[in-house]
T-cell receptor, first 110, second 111 residues
Framework: NAGVTQTPKFRVLKTGQSMTLLCAQDMNHEYMYWYRQDPGMGLRLIHYSVGEGTTAKGEVPDGYNVSRLKKQNFLLGLESAAPSQTSVYFC?????????FGPGTRLTVT | RKEVEQDPGPFNVPEGATVAFNCTYSNSASQSFFWYRQDCRKEPKLLMSVYSSGNEDGRFTAQLNRASQYISLLIRDSKLSDSATYLCVVRLDTGRRALTFGSGTRLQVQP
């Protein structure tokens, strides 16, 4: 049972480049989330999905887009990366009383 | 003002010590409360849920005071393996059910 997986684990981008982060879960959860974590700060919600085909904005959505074409996958896109998007990105999926997190993607934008 | 406030620490304690962490939350509509543990460069993992009546899991005791909007975590008989960052987390149980995180309290248990 893999739980929540994220691809890639690390990435370095130049300013203006684009990329997609992939999150996959095998627990048949309806709810999925993307968070970012910066030094000295808690995790902040970027976007979330309450089911296949649905997405919604969280607290810090600017500069990101998401898609949930299949229930098990939640994609996070950066169309034009900026240095302010250097962060660790965590995906999570949710059972009623617990969220399960992926191992994270460390992204550096130079 | 942050929605969930925690003392960032670090708390440096010897093995065997008892240590307590506190946090406050600002949204009185919050319905669920948790402590997560995060090891260096790893994902957060649920340590325990927090209930109004207080609850215990081995060496860990959590308390919730809804009137004061205050959550605590007590660790007894600290082990080296308890060294981590402890995240105070709250959730609204309607709508998106997303978690709101404190910035964490770092604990370092010394031999």
């Amino acid at each position: 049972n893999a739980g929540v997986t994220q691809t890639p684990k690390f990435r370095v981008l130049k300013t203006g480049q684009s990329m997609t982060l992939l999150c996959a879960q095998d627990m048949n959860h309806e709810y999925m989330y993307w968070y970012r974590q910066d030094p000295g700060m808690g995790l902040r919600l970027i976007h979330y999905s309450v089911g296949e085909g649905t997405t919604a904005k969280g607290e810090v959505p600017d500069g990101y887009n998401v898609s949930r074409l299949k229930k098990q996958n939640f994609l996070l896109g950066l169309e034009s990366a900026a240095p302010s998007q250097t962060s660790v990105y965590f995906c999570a999926s949710s059972a009623p009383y617990e969220q399960y997190f992926g191992p994270g993607t460390r992204l550096t934008v130079t | 003002r942050k929605e969930v406030e925690q003392d960032p620490g670090p708390f440096n304690v010897p093995e065997g010590a008892t240590v307590a962490f506190n946090c406050t939350y600002s949204n009185s509509a919050s319905q669920s409360f948790f402590w997560y543990r995060q090891d260096c460069r790893k994902e957060p993992k649920l340590l325990m849920s927090v209930y109004s009546s207080g609850n215990e899991d081995g060496r860990f005791t959590a308390q919730l005071n809804r009137a004061s909007q205050y959550i605590s975590l007590l660790i007894r008989d600290s082990k080296l393996s308890d060294s981590a960052t402890y995240l105070c987390v709250v959730r609204l149980d309607t709508g998106r059910r997303a978690l709101t995180f404190g910035s964490g309290t770092r604990l370092q248990v010394q031999p």
